[in-house]
């Protein structure tokens, strides 16, 4: 009851605060803003004659650009493939160009690839150089100048930037994509959006797109008050697509698998081994369909006279599209080129999907939810979805956060059935029983916000200014319960990123003055020990070792561990580390000698880097990655006057050893209570307590108090931290 009652409360109050707003705003922006109208012209636009593609879209395109110029926020709703992410902001663009009018668009998508790809096709469909015209930023990579008209980003970089200027001015249409992605920067992103709307940001032109977006949730959540009643924002429905997906499920495919298949369970979500050779079965069945469909013109001797469409496979995770790998690579004969699609893959391995195959050899693209959205191959015509996916979860009782296979929902799902049927008609297959699809797959997906730590959130809710967490937090989409609201600002407290009251009798559980400490953590691209861990690491005088822990530790580990010489990279490791056999020195050993290497004649060339990584076990594309977060570290601390020591130290033992205590106190410090002890084994003990089980796979804990975990669940519920 409690948290129904807080949430209406703050609705309330911000719907009485918006009347007043309203009563004195315009239906109509001024036209170009005289601040903006001295930047850069967009009269020199080049290939402004461009011939559109035919796509559902196209035939909308003088009515949407029409809508959206009428209208504050409109929601855009067409199906996969429909043209919204690539065409609907060139109409913009264009519109504007041909009234020799000032315009910044901004489009998000929720991942790197997404905006740099479609950047990318655009800049080359209008013989654009990329960065111009159109640019992209993404993380720590950013193409684009002051003359760039349309910019895709990630929805981080976007959020980023509002929350530091508080406003919306900078860009004259702001269109998040994928906004059925229900992620926690997603949510903060519309809430923010949405509240500088109503107050310093009227004139700003919001576009929300996706193709299996709620439209009435979203449409009343940006309602506006006319005459006396919540005006919805204006839906689009983008009619059409480019062809119609076939859909099929395990019961469809028993020709392919006699044995009975073991039932799905909603709370086992897993792959068995046959469900992978179901998929493997239906890869190589794909043939007979192609021939069938071309009416058995497809062979001619043993050669193929057609092009093999292409094959989607969405997976959940790293380690399940390895294991498929390897079951496709070793079908030699059967003429197949395998792309793996994730995140830890290279861009340039990325870019592989979207080249056409060899002729006669059929394309296959195994991949995590990245697929889902943000990258497009048009050839797809065959889709097989697992329906699982990797979440983010929080656990209630202590805050931690991890990733766990879980079924993806119906809605993600549908998305990923839409990346078939671009070019021809396509097909989707669901390795699961029509009736557990249709009564066990969830419809929608637990938006992050109500199941991830708030504790970036609610720190960048700080640095707005615009109240108390809860009240801000009250609007948002699907508003997080008060109880993990003040669980949070609690932890944050503890941290040391928001100030404690000396009474514990005046504390406030909902609220906190931001700290020197929570201001910098609120600016850097880490979670909060590894912020705090740098803190500290400028406060004793470690401050280069920790920015290098705190990037290694953000990113993919760039010590490689081969399949067969996987002991010879822990010896390499443990070298590293030298006698504090410790993850963290050796990450620090590792990428300073690297450094050291790379800054003499040494690594002069890309093949000696290459090679110095495989003799030292060491993956360069992804020590690259941290060399490139520990500048940005840097560049981002220098604003608090923290700057790294440039003098180098005599490199004596005494210094090596003091040092290396000291950093041991800076991450016992950063990271408290989350550490253990480590005592001196006993190997009779250790022998006893085993009790034969294998010492490689076996971790005893003892002497843990069963009242210490309780203690700290108390804790957490109390208004103050001693």
């Given at each position: 009851k409690s948290e129904v009652e807080y949430i209406n409360k703050y609705r309330q109050l911000e719907a009485q605060e918006l009347d007043v707003c309203r009563s004195v705003q315009p239906t109509s922006g001024p036209g170009p803003r005289p601040s903006l109208a001295k930047l850069s012209s967009v009269t020199c636009i080049p290939g402004t004659t461009y011939k559109y593609p035919d796509l559902p879209i196209s035939r909308y395109k003088e009515e949407v650009v029409s809508l959206i110029e009428s209208n504050s926020v409109v929601i855009i709703h067409g199906a996969t493939g429909s043209g919204k992410s690539t065409q609907l902001p060139q109409y913009i663009l264009d519109h504007y160009v041909q009234r020799s009018a000032y315009c910044s668009i901004v489009v998000t998508q929720p991942r790197k690839i997404g905006a740099s790809s479609i950047a990318r096709w655009i800049s080359k469909e209008r013989a654009w150089t990329l960065g111009g015209v159109v640019g992209y930023q993404v993380g720590l990579e950013k193409i684009a100048t002051e003359d760039t008209r349309l910019i895709y980003m990630t929805t981080g970089v976007l959020l980023q930037k509002i929350v530091s200027a508080k406003s919306l001015m900078e860009f004259t249409h702001i269109i998040i994509d994928e906004v059925h992605e229900r992620t926690e920067e997603m949510d903060f992103l519309l809430l923010v959006v949405r509240k500088l709307l109503r107050t310093n940001s009227r004139f700003v032109k919001v576009v929300l797109m996706s193709a299996t977006i709620s439209c009435k949730e979203f449409a009343d959540y940006f309602a506006v008050p006319v005459q006396n009643k919540m005006n919805p924002a204006y839906i689009f429905e983008v009619e059409g697509k480019p062809h119609s997906v076939e859909e099929y499920y395990l019961n469809d495919l028993e020709h392919i698998h006699h044995s009975k298949l073991s039932p799905h369970l909603l709370e086992e979500p897993v792959i068995t081994k046959d469900i992978y050779e179901v998929a493997v079965s239906l890869i190589q069945m794909f043939d007979d369909l192609d021939m069938k469909e071309s009416g058995n013109k497809a062979w001619s001797g043993a050669q193929f006279v057609l092009e093999r469409s292409s094959v989607l496979v969405f997976l959940p995770g790293l380690g399940e599209i390895n294991y498929m790998h390897e079951l496709l690579t070793s079908l030699v004969h059967k003429r197949l080129q395998v792309y793996p699609l994730h995140s830890s893959v290279a861009l340039e391995e990325q870019n592989n999907v979207f080249l056409s195959p060899v002729p006669g050899y059929r394309k296959i693209i195994l991949s995590t939810n990245i697929a889902e959205s943000s990258v497009t191959v048009p050839d797809v015509k065959y889709v097989i979805d697992f329906c699982l996916t990797r979440t983010l979860v929080c656990d209630e009782d202590t805050n931690y956060q991890s990733l766990r296979l879980s079924w993806a929902s119906k809605t993600s799902c549908n998305q990923r059935k839409g990346r078939a049927g671009r070019v021809s008609r396509g097909y989707c297959y669901r390795l699961v029983h029509k009736d557990f699809w249709d009564n066990s797959i969830p419809d929608h997906v637990v938006p992050e916000m109500l199941r991830c730590p708030l504790g970036s959130t609610i720190l960048k809710v700080k640095l707005l200014d615009m109240g108390e967490p809860r009240a801000l937090l009250a609007t948002a989409l699907s508003p997080p319960g008060l109880s993990d609201i003040e669980r949070t600002i609690l932890l944050l407290k503890e941290v040391g990123a928001l100030a404690v009251s000396g009474q514990r009798e005046d504390e406030n559980p909902h609220d906190g003055e931001l700290t020197f400490l929570g201001?910098?953590?609120?600016?850097?691209?880490?979670?909060?020990?590894?912020?705090?861990?740098?803190?500290?690491?400028?406060?004793?005088?470690?401050?280069?070792?920790?920015?290098?822990?705190?990037?290694?530790?953000?990113?993919?580990?760039?010590?490689?561990?081969?399949?067969?010489?996987?002991?010879?990279?822990?010896?390499?490791?443990?070298?590293?580390?030298?006698?504090?056999?410790?993850?963290?020195?050796?990450?620090?050993?590792?990428?300073?000698?690297?450094?050291?290497?790379?800054?003499?004649?040494?690594?002069?060339?890309?093949?000696?880097?290459?090679?110095?990584?495989?003799?030292?076990?060491?993956?360069?594309?992804?020590?690259?990655?941290?060399?490139?977060?520990?500048?940005?570290?840097?560049?981002?601390?220098?604003?608090?006057?923290?700057?790294?020591?440039?003098?180098?130290?005599?490199?004596?033992?005494?210094?090596?050893?003091?040092?290396?205590?000291?950093?041991?106190?800076?991450?016992?410090?950063?990271?408290?209570?989350?550490?253990?002890?480590?005592?001196?084994?006993?190997?009779?003990?250790?022998?006893?307590?085993?009790?034969?089980?294998?010492?490689?796979?076996?971790?005893?804990?003892?002497?843990?108090?069963?009242?210490?975990?309780?203690?700290?669940?108390?804790?957490?519920s109390v208004p103050t931290a001693s």
């Open positions: 201001r910098v953590l609120a600016q850097l691209p880490v979670n909060q020990q590894l912020g705090k861990l740098i803190v500290l690491g400028h406060v004793f005088g470690c401050l280069d070792e920790c920015l290098i822990i705190a990037a290694a530790l953000s990113l993919k580990n760039f010590f490689a561990m081969p399949f067969r010489q996987h002991l010879d990279g822990y010896r390499n490791k443990v070298n590293f580390s030298g006698s504090s056999k410790s993850d963290c020195i050796a990450l620090v050993e590792a990428f300073k000698t690297w450094k050291a290497c790379r800054q003499t004649a040494e690594l002069g060339y890309p093949k000696d880097e290459l090679n110095w990584g495989r003799l030292n076990y060491i993956q360069i594309k992804r020590i690259r990655e941290v060399a490139e977060l520990y500048e940005e570290l840097k560049t981002r601390i220098s604003q608090f006057n923290m700057h790294v020591d440039s003098r180098r130290p005599v490199m004596d033992q005494e210094y090596i050893y003091k040092q290396r205590f000291i950093l041991q106190v800076v991450l016992a410090g950063a990271f408290y209570p989350n550490y253990f002890t480590f005592g001196q084994p006993d190997e009779e003990m250790a022998v006893r307590e085993l009790a034969g089980k294998d010492p490689k796979t076996t971790v005893v804990l003892k002497h843990i108090p069963p009242y210490g975990f309780l203690y700290y669940k108390q804790l957490q």
